[in-house]
């Protein structure tokens, strides 16, 4: 099973095991993990499911999709070029097993 670790600005975790194919976005919502909104639902349309995935995952994950490309600049936290990523489009034992992000902290009002 999936092992997803959610760094919050105030250094707590929240980590989540979420059934296979179920979104980074979605396993947050789940549980509720605190900054991540998802707004629209997981249709690729807001950007409040933005994170910045740490260094060590980066390229374990599949490339970012040009629909993504464009989301990420709308995103209320500057975007980090390598590390944005939005949890929508990321899926539990398909793109990973293990992952650990950082939530940006404008998004934990």
Request: with cysteine; net charge negative.
């Amino acid at each position: 099973m999936a092992k997803i670790t959610f760094h919050q600005p105030d250094g707590s975790l929240d980590v989540v095991e979420p059934p296979p194919g179920t979104s980074i976005m979605r396993a947050a919502l789940g549980h509720p993990v605190k900054g991540i909104i998802g707004e629209c639902g997981g249709n690729l349309m807001c950007a409040t499911c933005h994170v910045f995935v740490r260094e060590e995952f980066v390229d374990g994950l599949p490339p970012i999709s040009e629909d993504e490309e464009d989301m990420l600049e709308c995103t209320s936290e500057p975007r980090d070029e390598r590390r944005s990523r939005l949890t929508c489009k990321i899926l539990a034992d398909v793109d990973f097993d293990l992952v650990e992000v950082d939530i940006p902290r404008t998004q934990t009002f």
